[in-house]
């Protein structure tokens, strides 16, 4: 990982004896009332000391920001995290201890020894415990019924990984091979899973603890079986479900309250976790704000809208288009609010997913011609693209790390960028697409017209749209139609997910975290590779499900397994060296800009928020750079 240039706040494994903690006066009120343990009995007995990014602050105030739509529950995650075993750094540039206070690993990286702070406790005020992570392994992560197809995250060899209970605070976890990568992955928010799940709450939706478990399911509307249930009931780590029911216990440092994030929401409150288990370095125990209030829009527009008002305190998600710099910078000192410089760590501004297993054998064969794929991106005009939608702000460019990163590939990023009609259309002839219709257009093999029906997810991405109704015009230019219609995000994801698309667009990572994020150039991601989803599910079920994918990507995918498993980083580095070379060979996906900074807006008032953020899915902003420390001036 390149480190970023950021201020950050510190963590360090600090003593505490004899400190004289201090709390938010909403939880003092409630320690005299007899309602609350007093603040030492509900700590750790050591707790994560961190050290402010500024200065220590006072508690006390309400964190506003908005949601877009009913399925936007990353941004809940996003500030209420991360709270795994590691955690990064807040400059991206390695993983730390967290939810673990310390680990060892052994010399063949298939062992990891985790040891956990004694005394911790969850929202409830019940023990965070080794049980509790060998409640997520034994009981979920190996049960087939659960997990008919384990996370990849959490298999090594085709084997699940297993767990040995030590003592209370330190248990060893154990996988079938090396698995040198596997502190990293535990710092990116789908890996959360050992550690979301408390045993005492969540068992009662296990037939294993439970023998009544059937009648809870037959009682409860529009649930099939016990791991429906218990998803109902203790949600996932990307699902709106972790966000929807106030009584499961978490680690995190606020709590939901009310009905939770559900369908029809139009406001969402968290409060302070009375048991969260960090402090800052005068013994106060975090968060210093009291509650973070989100309101739902069903639009961005609505969301630029609140911030130019002032109405949002800190937020980069769904309005962070450089579209929106002018405007918040004309309106900031009106709305009380500063711009936030977001550090881009995408490769692209918006990925083309050409279908490689299109389900019309037709489309497929004509997708899976290289010359083309070739052509498609020549019959682009990204210089124009750049120009009226992004503001002048990138250059032409396809996938991959950033130009200043380690693993830069040059042929991966710059390839077939240029600008070349005349070139795109002997392609297209040569590739037995001549013929054409009365209006121009090319035909396919089988006669039909040479068409792409796309949708994108208009509400997030309105530039998308623009984008892809200025290409609808240069490809028309080569005989190729294509439509696009703004979709609902679910409805997105359940087209792709179904295989029933012509291509998808999306923003491709894998600007400064390629490794982490491999989407494009690895049918890893069953919610993202959308160049070829079967593939996807062939790799994560050992060949069972989905359909074999090409010679070129099952060498990356066996490249992959190996990186997994390398502990020196040097070869490590190596192996994705040859991943990138395969795929830049392979050219699968299409991309139009080299992603430029993004924006962002904060409250002029509140304190310890980095002058600069990395803006990354893998990072999550703004998690790492540990919100539970900001606070207001007075």
């Known amino acids: 990982m390149r480190p970023v240039s950021v201020l950050a706040v510190c963590a360090a494994l600090i003593p505490v004896t004899g400190w004289a903690?201090?709390?938010?006066?909403?939880?003092?009120?409630?320690?005299?009332?007899?309602?609350?343990?007093?603040?030492?009995?509900?700590?750790?007995?050591?707790?994560?000391?961190?050290?402010?990014?500024?200065?220590?602050?006072?508690?006390?105030?309400?964190?506003?920001?908005?949601?877009?739509?009913?399925n936007d529950h990353n941004s809940i995650l996003r500030i209420n995290s991360p709270q795994g075993l590691t955690r990064w750094?807040?400059?991206?540039?390695?993983?730390?201890?967290?939810?673990?206070?310390?680990?060892?690993?052994?010399?063949?990286?298939?062992?990891?020894?985790?040891?956990?702070?004694?005394?911790?406790?969850w929202s409830d005020g019940q023990p965070f415990t080794a049980d509790d992570i060998m409640f997520f392994v034994e009981d979920l992560l190996n049960n087939s019924e659960f997990y008919p197809t384990p996370p990849s995250r959490f298999v090594v060899n085709g084997e699940p990984m297993q767990a040995e209970k030590i003592d209370?605070?330190?248990?060893?976890?154990?996988?079938?091979?090396?698995?040198?990568?596997?502190?990293?992955?535990?710092?990116t928010p789908l890996a959360q899973e050992p550690v979301i799940w408390a045993k005492h709450y969540c068992q009662q939706f296990h037939p294993k603890y439970n023998a009544d478990v059937q009648a809870m399911v037959d009682a409860t509307e529009a649930v099939e079986d016990w791991p429906s249930l218990y998803r109902l009931r203790c949600g996932e780590v990307e699902a709106p479900n972790r966000w929807s029911n106030a009584e499961r216990p978490t680690l995190d440092p606020w709590i939901i309250t009310g009905d939770g994030y559900t369908a029809g929401s139009t406001r969402v409150v968290m409060e302070r976790n009375p048991y969260f288990w960090q402090v800052d370095t005068a013994g106060n125990q975090l968060p210093y704000i009291d509650t973070v209030e989100m309101g739902v829009a069903q639009d961005n527009q609505a969301i630029v809208l609140e911030a130019?008002?002032?109405?949002?305190?800190?937020?980069?998600?769904?309005?962070?288009?450089?579209?929106?710099?002018?405007?918040?910078?004309?309106?900031?000192?009106?709305?009380?609010?500063?711009?936030?410089?977001?550090?881009?760590?995408?490769?692209?501004?918006?990925?083309i997913h050409l279908n490689q297993t299109h389900k019309d054998p037709v489309m497929r064969e004509v997708i899976r011609n290289k010359d083309v794929r070739k052509a498609l991106s020549l019959g682009i005009d990204r210089d124009e693209i750049i120009d009226i939608v992004y503001q002048g702000q990138g250059e032409p460019w396809q996938i991959g790390p950033r130009p200043d990163h380690v693993l830069y590939n040059e042929q991966l990023g710059r390839q077939f960028t240029e600008y070349d009609p005349d070139m795109a259309n002997e392609l297209l002839d040569g590739a037995g697409l001549a013929e054409r219709d009365s209006e121009g257009y090319r035909l396919l093999p089988d006669g039909r017209r040479f068409t792409f029906n796309v949708n994108f997810t208009g509400i997030e991405q309105p530039?998308?749209?623009?984008?892809?109704?200025?290409?609808?015009?240069?490809w028309k230019e080569i005989g190729v139609e294509l439509t696009s219609s703004s979709v609902e995000r679910s409805i997105y994801y359940s087209r792709g997910e179904a295989n029933e698309h012509d291509f998808m667009v999306w923003g491709a990572p894998g600007g400064l975290d390629p490794t982490l994020d491999p989407r494009d150039v690895l049918a890893t991601h069953p919610q993202a590779s959308w160049y070829a989803i079967p593939w996807t599910r062939w790799y994560l079920t050992g060949g069972a499900e989905g359909e074999e994918p090409t010679e070129s990507m099952k060498q990356r995918l066996a490249l992959y397994d190996q990186y997994k498993a390398e502990?020196?980083?040097?070869?490590?580095?190596?192996?994705?060296?040859?991943?990138?070379?395969?795929?830049?060979?392979?050219?699968?996906?299409?991309?139009?800009?080299?992603?430029?900074?993004?924006?962002?807006?904060?409250?002029?008032?509140?304190?310890?928020?980095?002058?600069?953020?990395?803006?990354?899915?893998?990072?999550?902003?703004?998690?790492?750079?540990?919100?539970q420390t900001y606070y207001y001036a007075n």
Do not use: C
């Open 21 to 70: 903690f201090e709390e938010a006066p909403m939880l003092a009120e409630k320690v005299a009332a007899g309602s609350l343990p007093p603040v030492d009995e509900r700590l750790p007995e050591q707790p994560e000391v961190i050290t402010p990014l500024e200065s220590v602050g006072v508690y006390g105030g309400k964190l506003r920001r908005m949601l877009g739509g009913s």
């Open 89 to 121: 750094k807040p400059d991206f540039s390695e993983v730390i201890p967290n939810v673990a206070e310390s680990w060892e690993v052994n010399d063949a990286s298939t062992e990891f020894t985790f040891h956990l702070r004694k005394g911790m406790k």
């Open 168 to 187: 209370e605070t330190t248990v060893k976890l154990k996988f079938a091979g090396p698995y040198g990568t596997f502190l990293t992955e535990l710092a």
């Open 308 to 351: 130019v008002a002032g109405n949002i305190d800190m937020q980069r998600r769904q309005i962070s288009n450089l579209s929106n710099k002018p405007i918040f910078a004309e309106n900031a000192e009106k709305g009380g609010y500063k711009l936030l410089n977001m550090i881009n760590s995408n490769s692209n501004v918006m990925a």
């Open 463 to 474: 530039d998308w749209g623009d984008t892809l109704e200025i290409m609808r015009e240069q």
């Open 567 to 627: 502990a020196d980083q040097k070869k490590a580095l190596d192996i994705f060296r040859q991943i990138h070379q395969l795929a830049a060979d392979e050219f699968e996906v299409i991309g139009i800009s080299l992603a430029p900074n993004l924006v962002g807006v904060v409250n002029k008032n509140l304190r310890n928020v980095p002058e600069a953020i990395p803006s990354s899915w893998m990072y999550p902003d703004p998690g790492p750079t540990l919100p």
